[in-house]
C-alpha cells in the first residue's frame, strides 16, 4: 500500500529542536513537489516548508530556523526545525504530489512547552 509515514514529533522545550521525517513507499513514481504542513489546535492548515525541482520555499513564521531537505532514494523529506518557539507546536503533516496526484501523511504532533 504506498503511503506517507511521519515520524520524528515529540516535546521539545522553546529553544530546542526536532528532525521530522516522511517516509513515501509503496510508490511507482518520483514526486515533484514535498512539503510540510502544519495545523495548531483551532487553526488552519498552513503551509510550512515546500521543496521542489526549483528549490524551497518557506512560511515567513519559520524562515531562518527551519530547514526541508529530500532524500531522493528513499523518496524522504525532512523538516529540520531549530529555535523552536510555543507558536510553532502543531500537528505537522507531510504532503507529496505527483502531478496532479496529492498524497498526505497522518500527521505528527510537536509541542514546544515555553
Known amino acids: 500500500q504506498a503511503q506517507l509515514v511521519e515520524s520524528g514529533g515529540g516535546l521539545v522545550q522553546a529553544g530546542g529542536s526536532l528532525r521530522l521525517s516522511c517516509a513515501a513507499s509503496?510508490?511507482?513514481?518520483?514526486?515533484?513537489?514535498m512539503g510540510w504542513y502544519r495545523q495548531a489546535a483551532g487553526k488552519e492548515r498552513e503551509l510550512v516548508a515546500a521543496i521542489f525541482s526549483g528549490g524551497t520555499n518557506y512560511a515567513d513564521s519559520v524562515k531562518g530556523r527551519f530547514t526541508i531537505s529530500r532524500e531522493n532514494p528513499k523518496a524522504t523529506v525532512y523538516l529540520q526545525m531549530n529555535s523552536l518557539k510555543p507558536e510553532d507546536t502543531a500537528v505537522y503533516y507531510c504532503r507529496a504530489n505527483y502531478y496532479s496526484q496529492s498524497y498526505w501523511g497522518q500527521g505528527t504532533q510537536v509541542t514546544v512547552s515555553s
Open positions: 509503496g510508490f511507482r513514481f518520483s514526486f515533484n513537489w
